[in-house]
Structures are given as structure tokens and as C-alpha cells.
């Protein structure tokens, strides 16, 4: 079965930073797109980011761009968010999302938390 | 970026009936070499990431039951769950995979009438 568990959550103060993880295994990494996918407290989805399988090309939404870093290593089977500049708007439910097909998300995680507040 | 916007933003269907959420992308979908729509619909239910329900605007995705299904082409979208049961109670989403800014829908709550 696909698993996808993400971790690095918790809190940090406006313009910190926080290192976002996620282990994946149940499926072959390597061959995936993999994406970033938030959702801020009662709020719908936002997709933050997505790596191409290789790791060659990453894409950000407007709103992160500059901030955040996505990247994966193929050999640990993980995704990586660094996030930098962190404001209070980047709280959210943060979930990474497999891409086997053409892009659409065909398995999620559960998701970790970021909160960023003083 | 395409704008993803759904209607309406909530609804209300009594059990064993149908349910309709609507979807308009602000540019087509469609990629003409191939003829697909780039489209895809999730459902969220509390507490739960999203689950993938259809993609390329009508595929369904495996184990999703047949009483949900999706149309439509270019710019405008349906899911349609055709009768409704208690375990739909749920928020729906649209969206594009068209473009490497992927964008969602606001969603749509789907509760019992």
C-alpha cells in the first residue's frame, strides 16, 4: 500500500523557518511527481509546490515563491519543504501529494501541522 | 494562473437523490494534442486529507463507486453524485492540472437535506 507520512510540523515565530519531510514508500519514488498541498485552519486546498520525479524542475505557487524550497531525495524515498520567511498566513495543514498520471493527486497524506504565531 | 470557481458553495440533497457541483476554469483545459481535459475532482471529508475521485474530467479513479461521475469539456465541469448517500456528507474540490501552477476550487460542502 502507498504510504505517504509527512512530518516537521509545529510551531514558529513570523520569519522563521521550518524543515517539512515526507517518507514515502509502497510505490516506486523515483517515478513520481511529488507535490505540496496546504490548507489553512476551516479554508480550502492550496497547492504550494511540486518536483518533478528526477528533481530537475519545481514549480511554486505565487504566494511562497522566494520562501520555500521543495526537493526530493530519490535513494531515502523522501520530500522536502524548507520553508524560510514564514508568515502567519502560511498556517495550514500541510500535506504532500503523489502524482503518477498526468498531475492529477492520486494519494495523500495525512498531513502535518504548521502554525506560525509569537 | 487558472481560476478554479465552483457552484454552489454548499448544497443540500435528500438521501437517494442527486447531487450536482459545477466547475469553470477561467481558461481552457483542454490540451488539444491529445484531446483530454486536464480536470480533476477530490472529496474531503472532515477530519481527512482529499481522495482522488475522478480525473481527466470522467476517469474514475479505482474503488470509487459508479453512483459518481464526472463530464464536461474545456472550460466548464460536473461531478455528479447520483444518489446520494449518507457517507458523501463531504467537501468536493475541482482542479486543473493543466499548467504547472496547479489550482483548486473553493469547494463545495455537500450535506444531507
Known amino acids: 500500500d502507498v504510504q505517504l507520512v509527512e512530518s516537521g510540523g509545529g510551531l514558529v515565530q513570523p520569519g522563521g523557518s521550518l524543515s517539512l519531510s515526507c517518507a514515502a514508500s509502497g510505490f516506486t519514488f523515483s517515478n513520481c511527481a511529488m507535490n505540496w498541498v496546504r490548507q489553512a485552519p476551516g479554508k480550502g486546498l492550496e497547492w504550494v509546490s511540486s518536483?518533478?520525479?528526477?528533481?530537475?524542475?519545481?514549480y511554486y505557487a505565487d504566494s511562497v515563491k522566494g520562501r520555500f524550497s521543495i526537493s526530493r531525495d530519490n535513494s531515502k524515498n523522501t520530500l522536502y519543504l524548507q520553508m524560510n520567511s514564514l508568515r502567519a498566513e502560511d498556517t495550514a495543514i500541510y500535506y504532500c501529494a503523489k502524482a503518477l498520471g498526468g498531475g492529477y493527486f492520486d494519494d495523500w497524506g495525512q498531513g502535518t501541522l504548521v502554525t506560525v504565531s509569537s | 494562473d487558472i481560476v478554479m470557481t465552483q457552484s454552489p458553495d454548499s448544497l443540500a440533497v435528500s438521501l437517494g437523490e442527486r447531487a450536482t457541483i459545477n466547475c469553470k476554469s477561467s481558461?481552457?483545459?483542454?490540451?488539444?494534442?491529445?484531446?483530454?481535459?486536464?480536470l480533476a475532482w477530490y472529496q474531503q471529508k472532515p477530519g481527512q486529507p482529499p481522495k482522488l475521485l475522478i480525473y481527466?474530467?470522467?476517469a474514475r479513479e479505482s474503488g470509487v463507486p459508479d453512483r459518481f461521475s464526472g463530464s464536461g469539456s474545456g472550460t466548464d465541469f460536473t461531478l455528479t453524485i447520483s444518489s446520494l448517500q449518507a457517507g458523501d456528507v463531504a467537501v468536493y474540490y475541482c482542479q486543473q492540472y493543466y499548467n504547472t501552477q496547479r489550482t483548486f476550487g473553493q469547494g463545495t460542502k455537500v450535506e444531507i437535506k
Open positions: 481527466w474530467a470522467s
Open positions: 481558461q481552457s483545459v483542454l490540451y488539444s494534442s491529445n484531446n483530454k481535459n486536464y
Open positions: 518536483v518533478s520525479s528526477s528533481g530537475s524542475s519545481a
